[in-house]
């Protein structure tokens, strides 16, 4: 138990720091694009909304096929061997917050970036 423990919160914790990354990356690559939106009079309030639906599109999305696959591989395992996973609602909640949660984190990480941008240096290279 203690190292399926220690499995889980490994798994957790490079999952988290992966998916922080990612999306990070993914703002610094469009950062000039953000920048131009702010020229063109874009608020920041818009530019944290806009940074947020991207972030929990991309969270439904990745835990959505996540639970899917998950379910396919509990259901082809079942009543094969005698080892099996029950895969019950309050798992599948207990995951989507946690999903949410860092993708929440990955996108505030990001808009803090965004938020310092001055559309000025966007058109100076």
Do not use: C, H
Not at 68 to 85: C, K, N, P, Q, Y
Not at 95 to 119: C, D, N, T, W, Y
């Amino acid at each position: 138990l203690t190292n399926f423990g220690f499995v889980v919160v490994v798994g957790f914790i490079v999952g988290a720091a992966v998916t922080g990354q990612i999306f990070y990356n993914f703002t610094l690559d469009n950062l000039r694009y953000f920048g131009v939106f702010k020229a063109m009079g874009a608020t920041d309030r818009m530019l944290r909304a806009m940074i947020l639906v991207q972030a929990l599109l991309v969270g439904f999305v990745g835990f959505g096929l996540g639970a899917g696959v998950t379910a396919i591989f509990a259901a082809a395992t079942r009543g094969g061997t005698g080892l099996s996973m029950t895969l019950d609602w309050q798992l599948l909640v207990g995951s989507a917050v946690v999903v949410g949660i860092i993708v929440l984190f990955a996108a505030l990480i990001s808009l803090r970036r965004v938020k310092q941008l001055e559309p000025a240096e966007v058109f100076k290279s």
